[in-house]
């Protein structure tokens, strides 16, 4: 019997849960994309580099945890939109938690693209990066916008 790709995304996030990381490779396709801000490299491409990123959020917490809260899957099967709050623990025992979507693009039975979308800014050093990334974006529009003519 073939799974929804619903039923696949969550088993995936299973063993997210489990730190189980060869089953989450499992779930994607050689050349896949996952993006998520919480990473240092928040835009992550095939199998190595999503393995070293998962691996990365798989030592910096104690416990990962996902209470769902709804699932859409689009008209044609190949996307799911899964809307949940993160149930996280950190190191130090601190609950992590903050409302998330995680969209699922699949290519057959496997993920192709995943991108996390968040309702706030990334905190800590992540977030300083990210805003002397934009800063840096920024500068560059205002250069070419005034120092071009």
């Known amino acids: 019997m073939v799974e929804t790709n619903t039923a696949l995304a ?3 996030m299973e063993c997210v849960e489990a730190k189980d990381l060869d089953g989450v490779m499992a779930f994607f396709t050689e050349d896949a994309v996952f ?3 919480h990473y240092p490299k928040n835009r992550m491409q095939g199998h190595v580099e999503i393995a070293d990123g998962i691996r990365w959020g798989f030592n910096g917490l104690k416990k990962l945890g996902f209470d769902i809260i709804e699932t859409y ?3 044609d099967g190949k996307g799911v939109v899964v809307s949940m709050r993160t149930a996280h623990e950190l190191p130090n025992g601190k609950p992590l938690s ?3 979507l ?3 693009e699949f290519e057959g039975q496997l993920i192709k693209s995943l991108q996390a979308y968040v309702q706030y800014e990334p905190h800590g050093v992540v977030g300083v ?3 002397i990334e934009r800063l840096k974006a920024a500068l560059v529009c205002w250069r070419k ?3 071009s003519r």
């Open 73 to 75: 899957e689009s008209t």
């Open 10 to 12: 969550l088993r995936s």
């Open 145 to 147: 916008k005034y120092l």
């Open 102 to 104: 995680l969209v699922f």
């Open 129 to 131: 990066i990210l805003k």
């Open 35 to 37: 993006f998520d801000p």
């Open 98 to 100: 903050f409302p998330q």
